[in-house]
């Protein structure tokens, strides 16, 4: 199909309906444009809640959103469910499952996906989180690795069925580390009878000396000692060697025994084809102008996970948070109009407005400008910013019930393995991965 053969006003295609693709058809509510947004999914995912989706916490409903719902009043605006293959700048289109698509204007907000850095043995043994399907079948496995080892006879069978080992201390890898161990701490002896507290173990492994690296040395040491006062082994500064789904090896020679590794060590922009090469920077991030166009592009823009502004106050780009996006969405949005209107575009300037994690019940940290604090009122706080950024007034009931239930508790979720989890034909052994690939 072409979309734009029929069209009244100027054509805004949205490439992604993360936090950023989200606020880019917000801002342009009512205004003269036609926008199309496209998606592989109908619904918004919160990521920052997947790993409670993933610990049996919350269902995966509870924190996606329908995106025909939630512009269900906005005029202008179209979604369709489509992926997007290529760009072809020369002609204004785009190559997608559901046929070309043209646009006067384009946002590429197509977020990142789990970076292995290139392991395809790695890749294929350990776990993602990156989006609902992922964090569904990390569910099922916990869940199936914690039954297998009910079965088995002796301490030294169970032990790679109860050794989980995560990988990357990044908020990701604290706040799922953190969950763990309250289901170790919690839940395990309610559930599980057969087993004891002592024999799961939680590992979180990192190549850098810290945890939460982009946080402050304040907030990265109170979350160590919150992490190891649960009973998770921190391992900092130490590399992954391998892993071939029964034992994972380190630089050094030390290795564990574990059938549960969880990959968070990394993100890598989703790029579709037809960008410039030469424009692909460190993390698969395109290269941008100060008003989030690609360089040497007019009307062709990237936010978010996938972008790269590169200046110097910011050698490195921005960090890859919501609130990046959220405010890079926003600005596109607005600089759109001004380009419509005939108006000069001001540059972007990114608002840090602090990083919160949290690593269990009464544990967070707060990086919140000069003020940097841990426990029980960071706690809070980030609970309440998670409340209110969820959409939909009935996700956020749903979501703040079960976290009561849960305080009171200390046994929320449901912890249902709906389906057996499967890794997409994951090969036995390494003999075999080298036969595949």
């Known amino acids: 199909m072409n979309v734009k053969d029929n069209a009244k006003f100027p054509k805004v295609v949205i490439i992604g309906g993360g936090f950023g693709g989200l606020q880019v058809a917000a801002k342009l509510k009512d205004k003269p444009v036609d926008v199309l947004m496209l998606d592989k999914h109908n619904y918004h995912t919160f990521q920052p809640l997947l790993y409670q989706v993933a610990t049996g916490s919350l269902e995966a409903e509870s924190i996606g959103f329908s995106l025909r719902k939630n512009f269900s009043s906005q005029k202008n605006f179209r979604f369709q469910i489509a992926e997007v293959s290529k760009v072809n700048p020369e002609n204004n289109t785009i190559e997608t499952t559901i046929g070309e698509v043209a646009y006067d204007y384009l946002v590429i907000a197509t977020g990142s996906t789990t970076n292995f850095f290139g392991n395809k043995e790695i890749e294929k043994f350990a776990l993602p989180m990156k989006s609902v399907p992922e964090a569904l079948n990390l569910r099922y496995r916990i869940l199936q690795s914690l039954e297998q080892a009910t079965l088995l006879p002796n301490k030294d069978d169970r032990e790679p069925y109860l050794s989980f080992v995560l990988v990357g201390a990044g908020p990701t890898g604290v706040e799922l580390a953190g969950a763990l161990a309250e289901i170790r701490n919690n839940i395990l002896h309610k559930d599980y009878p057969e087993l004891k507290k002592e024999d799961m173990k939680v590992y979180l492994v990192d190549f850098l000396p810290k945890v939460l690296g982009p946080m402050s040395d304040e907030a990265s040491k109170g979350a160590t000692r919150f992490l190891k006062d649960m009973g998770v082994e921190v391992m900092l500064g130490v590399k992954v060697d391998s892993y071939d789904g029964e034992e994972i090896k380190f630089e050094g020679g030390k290795s564990i025994r574990t059938k549960n590794v969880i990959w968070s060590a990394g993100v890598m922009g989703v790029i579709p084809d037809g960008v410039n090469k ?116 009935r996700n956020k009931i749903i979501v703040f019930v079960n976290w009561i239930a849960s305080y009171i508790s200390f046994n929320g979720g449901s912890r249902l393995i709906i389906k057996r989890f499967e890794k997409d034909d994951a090969p036995k052994n390494k003999n075999e991965l080298k036969d595949k690939v």
């Open 278 to 393: 030469d424009l692909i920077v460190r993390g698969n991030k395109i290269k941008v102008d100060a008003n989030c166009r690609i360089e040497g592009s007019e009307n062709i823009f990237a936010i978010g996970d996938v972008a790269a502004m590169i200046t110097d106050d910011t050698p490195k780009g921005h960090p890859g948070v919501a609130q990046v996006a959220i405010q890079q969405g926003k600005y596109v949005g607005e600089t759109i109009l001004q380009t419509l209107n005939g108006e000069a575009n001001t540059p972007f300037k990114y608002n840090d407005k602090g990083s919160l994690a949290t690593i269990g019940r009464n544990k967070a940290v707060a990086d919140l400008g000069k003020i940097k604090f841990q426990g029980f009122f960071a706690w809070l706080i980030w609970m309440f910013v998670h409340l209110i950024s969820l959409l939909g007034f």
